[in-house]
């Protein structure tokens, strides 16, 4: 099958349609030796004359009727279809898929993009749960939520929250049971609350640090969960210590309901990134997203 260019068919359906050289050159903005030409070459790529050319006028061969007939139906979807992504280019809609933690997707996600559907209800915003490390090129997101230090260097890194500091916490039920951790090589007698990260499988090293010494330790317990919600709710069940965001466990601890333990080893990350491909062409719904997340200075 010969390759053809879609501007040779669009030029053969409108002087079959108008049955006229000179009529069709003024719908496609071009002269009529250019659209003749045009007209020639299509013929010489299918091998098959598609048009009679007589003084009066022009009109379809059989091969151009049959051609034409199969062709034109489909033409208006086309243009349909190039319309609408001219209205995208042009006005906020559309679909912008975004993988973030599910701390990330409660506490600034879903906080700053509910005003973005309430404005533009051609937008649709579609939020992936995911702790994994994935490619979300290949994974056709528009962008993805980290931290600051996570984000890989060929993406453009907006920053959309403030530094994070994390809290190792129980509740006082659990730690009346046993004496409360000084230093992170304690926990090894303690009963934590495990994250399972997908990308290898693997269970979340809890990471400290203090007065430049960092340290990773790696925890044992019952409960084993991959979300953020189900560690913090096993803590204040009283099954054991959870490493978790700070703000998550203010409200908890301001009403007695949980205990921080370790304050001066909980270290701060740089704080939520939405990155995204910097060769990436931004549609306005995409960069009203952005604009909504990226924080002032």
Not at 15 to 40: D, K, M, N, P, Y
Not at 41 to 62: K, Q
Not at 117 to 133: S, T, V
Not at 246 to 254: F, Q, Y
Request: proline residues 6%.
């Amino acid at each position: 099958m010969p390759h053809i260019d879609f501007n040779h068919l669009q030029a053969f359906i409108l002087v079959a349609r108008e049955r006229s050289f000179t009529r069709a050159a003024a719908r496609l903005g071009v002269t009529q030796s250019a659209l003749s030409h045009t007209i020639r070459a299509l013929e010489a790529r299918l091998g098959v004359r598609l048009l009679a050319r007589t003084t009066r006028g022009v009109s379809p061969t059989e091969a151009g009727e049959r051609l034409y007939a199969s062709l034109e139906p489909h033409y208006e979807g086309i243009g349909s279809a190039l319309a609408e992504l001219d209205d995208m280019r042009d006005k906020p809609a559309g679909t912008i898929r975004i993988t973030a933690h599910d701390h990330a997707a409660s506490t600034v996600l879903w906080p700053k993009l509910s005003s973005v559907l309430a404005a533009w209800p051609d937008i649709r915003i579609e939020i992936d749960i995911n702790y994994g490390m994935i490619d979300i090129v290949a994974e056709r997101f528009d962008a993805g939520v980290r931290l600051g230090d996570q984000v890989a260097k060929d993406m453009v890194a907006v920053r959309i929250a403030p530094d994070m500091r994390m809290a190792v916490v129980g509740s006082p039920g659990y730690l009346a049971r046993r004496p409360a951790p000084i230093a992170p090589q304690d926990l090894t007698a303690h009963l934590c609350v495990n994250l399972r990260l997908p990308t290898y499988g693997g269970l979340y090293a809890w990471e400290f640090v203090r007065d430049g010494q960092a340290l990773q330790v790696q925890v044992e317990g019952q409960a084993i969960f991959n979300t953020t919600p189900q560690i913090l709710q096993a803590a204040l069940d009283g099954y054991g210590l959870a490493y978790v965001p700070d703000d998550l466990v203010e409200d908890h601890v301001a009403a007695g309901r949980l205990l921080r333990v370790l304050e001066d080893w909980c270290p701060t990350f740089p704080g939520y990134h939405l990155y995204y491909p910097s060769r990436r062409q931004a549609s306005p719904a995409f960069a009203l997203v952005v604009e909504a997340l990226r924080v002032h200075s």
